[in-house]
């Protein structure tokens, strides 16, 4: 068994964010940024296997300053030895694929191959209805939401991921979807450089792109999607080798769930599936209870 990181970075304690727009602090912002680097480097001398960071966007409350994910990685991976540094995750509608791609293989090539790659679909309107409006006005979908919305979501979602995985392992990358074009038509480029040295381009015409650097983990960083609690989605993450990180769940469902993963997988059972739990670390459980209460506002358990 692994254990991981999972953060959803916050500007303060709850005194700080009851103030009011505690995310516009820059002084709070810096004292974040220190102590995920000091929980960092604990974490990789102690052996944790990974670190995570979330996806949100104007949180101006304080709540989740995450913006990008793979930036926070790159701080807490540039200041560790051996921890892995993923996303839980990067919301992919809201993302153009191919830079996606660019970024986490940079990433791996930066931390010397400790790069995870999470990927979700995003349930919070505020911002993916903003960020994804390029992705043909794709909005956030809460979990269990079944309507047209939630359909283009997943549907922009899982077009957007075989993008970033065929970026990845093919030499050049051509693709015709719903959302996109890659390349989007008959674009001239006649360059004598990219007809000695490149490839890509027929009679003066661009017909795939070359996506670089390729991943320094073969075929690619392992794959990670938060937080899959329906069947559909954990019969997804089965078929295309993900691994599936359930939220809290009734044990009775998260036993069916893990069985399900392993039915579709055709691997052992719990290979392939994560669980996310809060725990909070004390001297007593009073003290503990005290740092809970701290942060029950946030977490929906005042």
């Known amino acids: 068994m692994k254990v991981s990181l999972f953060y959803l970075p916050s500007a303060g304690s709850r005194a700080d964010i009851e103030r009011g727009r505690a995310g516009l602090r820059g002084d709070l912002y810096q004292r974040m940024l220190a102590e995920l680097a000091e929980q960092a480097k604990l974490a990789d001398a102690l052996g944790y296997d990974s670190i995570s960071f979330t996806e949100h966007h104007f949180h101006v409350e304080g709540f989740e300053l995450s913006n990008s994910p793979v930036l926070l990685d790159l701080f807490v991976g540039l200041q560790t030895k051996r921890i892995r540094v993923g996303q839980l995750g990067i919301v992919l509608p809201a993302h153009n694929p191919i830079r996606v791609a660019e970024e986490i293989a940079m990433l791996d090539h930066m931390t010397g191959g400790r790069a995870n790659a999470g990927f979700a679909?995003?349930?919070?309107r505020r911002w993916v209805d903003v960020m994804a409006q390029q992705t043909h006005g794709i909005h956030g979908a809460l979990p269990h939401q079944h309507d047209e919305l939630d359909a283009a979501n997943r549907a922009a979602f899982e077009e957007c991921f075989r993008i970033v995985k065929q970026a990845w392992t093919e030499d050049l990358l051509s693709y015709q979807g719903r959302y996109w074009r890659i390349p989007p038509g008959?674009?001239?480029?006649?360059?004598e450089s990219t007809r000695r040295y490149g490839a890509?381009?027929?009679d003066g015409v661009v017909r795939a792109v070359g996506?670089?650097?390729k991943p320094l983990q073969k075929p690619h960083p392992p794959l990670f999607q938060p937080f899959a609690s329906s069947e559909r989605s954990i019969r997804w993450c089965a078929e295309e080798g993900v691994t599936a990180i359930l939220p809290?769940?009734?044990p009775s469902l998260e036993d069916r769930l893990v069985r399900l993963y392993a039915e579709v997988s055709g691997r052992p059972?719990?290979?392939g599936v994560g669980v996310l739990s809060d725990v909070i670390v004390a001297p007593t459980d009073d003290e503990a209870m005290a740092l809970w209460g701290d942060s029950g506002a946030f977490c929906g358990r005042e």
């Not at 679909?121 to 919070?124: A, E, N, T, V």
Request: proline share 14%.
């Open 121 to 124: 679909r995003g349930y919070q």
């Open 211 to 213: 996506v670089v650097p």
């Open 200 to 202: 890509g381009v027929v």
């Open 186 to 191: 008959d674009t001239p480029w006649d360059l």
């Open 248 to 250: 809290p769940l009734h």
């Open 269 to 271: 059972l719990g290979d």
